[in-house]
């Protein structure tokens, strides 16, 4: 058994991990992996009158990939009432609508994980656990007793080994902190070890993928500290970055590491549903609201090489809108057919016009070599 310390935990490293049993070849084919924003829960969400049609104008792009990933942005306690922002708290529903719809690998660490208390967090760990024994789902960032290890899971996919990890940089209340996954990315001991932790589990699997909750909240550009520990995080094996929290867009790159090997950032996918824009007009156009209702669906496309290997092929962005639709509230529409459709209201269509070229802009990928501090 092996250790590596994250701050002051020790945490164990199963040996095994490092020669893990070979699974069988799988065809080569192109798979698709689709990563999306915050599922975040305010009360015009988790009253609305259906939680279906939130999902309906997307659900064939979530269902017709190989995985698709969320992050679960707030507490579920079945025990508590439904609680809207700065204390959020939902109820099963409102997830099981997520996974219906194609949602199969969630993070649950986030800022508002501990909202509700040490109890909630335990509650929704092991919720999720239930849903994982019922439903083809996985999950990653809570534990139910403060001891428990940080461990990856592993995402099922026929004949690779996917690792799953997922970890906040911040909560907005401590109690309950020990039973998140957590690592103050500001501390340079804990930058530090996080490092040496990937770089100590991550060669076990085929894809390594790390979800990082964390930021600087409506900036559409990553602060350098960010930026750069992001670049030193897929040096040290992280293959697929995938980051929220700052509930707008931020530029995705295409990384080309030393070894010659590409890896994704999505420096932050936005939000993928909220209520933040409940209240917004067309008129808003140029305020300060948009960008939290704008996101993107991104589908990471991989294939296999001769030697079974896999390689990231290329990043393609679904830019969607967080619209309020005049019967079913907040939904999730894909912005290219929200356009043309003739029964948006004419003042929308204007507005949605008006934005698209910046939603685009920020939807162009950068491409780089990795030079990280």
């Keep these: 058994m092996s250790v590596v310390t994250v701050g002051a935990v020790i945490y164990e490293l199963d040996d095994r991990l490092r020669t893990p049993p070979p699974f069988p070849p799988a065809p080569s084919r192109i798979r698709t992996m689709t990563f999306a924003g915050d599922i975040m829960a305010h009360d015009v969400n988790y009253y609305a009158p259906s939680y279906e049609e939130i999902y309906r104008d997307v659900r064939p792009l979530l269902r017709g990939d190989h995985l698709t990933f969320g992050n679960l942005e707030f507490p579920v306690d079945q025990s508590k009432p439904y609680s809207n922002y700065p204390r959020f708290n939902n109820h099963p529903a409102y997830v099981e609508a997520a996974v219906a719809a194609g949602f199969q690998v969630f993070s649950a660490a986030n800022n508002h994980s501990t909202d509700q208390g040490a109890e909630s967090v335990v509650a929704t760990a092991r919720y999720l656990n239930q849903l994982t024994d019922s439903r083809p789902v996985v999950w990653s960032g809570l534990r139910t ?46 930058r530090e070890a996080l490092l040496r932790y990937v770089e100590a589990v991550a060669p076990a699997y085929d894809l390594f993928i790390l979800s990082v909750h964390g930021g600087v909240e409506y900036r559409e550009l990553p602060l350098p500290l960010k930026y750069g520990y992001f670049h030193q995080l897929v040096e040290a094996g992280v293959d697929i970055l995938w980051a929220h929290h700052p509930h707008v867009l931020q530029p995705h790159e295409l990384v080309r590491r030393e070894d010659g090997t590409r890896a994704v950032i999505i420096n932050s996918a936005g939000n993928f549903i909220s209520g933040q824009t409940w209240r917004m007009e067309p008129s808003d156009a140029e305020g300060e609201d948009p960008p939290k209702a704008e996101s993107a669906l991104y589908r990471v496309h991989l294939a296999e090489r001769k030697d079974g290997s896999l390689h990231i092929c290329g990043v393609e962005p679904v830019p969607i809108v967080a619209y309020r639709h005049p019967e079913h509230g907040m939904v999730v529409r894909r912005l290219n057919g929200l356009l043309a459709d003739k029964e948006l209201d004419e003042g929308w269509r204007d507005f949605y016009t008006s934005r698209f070229s910046s939603i685009q802009r920020i939807l162009e990928p950068i491409d780089s070599h990795n030079h990280a501090p």
């Excluded at 007793?145 to 940080?150: A, G, K, N, Q, V």
């Excluded at 997922?166 to 020990?178: D, H, I, K, V």
């Design 145 to 190: 007793h403060p001891e428990d290890p940080m461990t990856p899971v592993e995402v099922y996919s026929p004949g690779i080994r996917i690792g799953f990890l997922a970890l906040t940089f911040m909560l907005n209340l401590e109690e309950g902190s020990e039973l998140v996954y957590r690592i103050n990315y500001r501390s340079g001991e804990r």
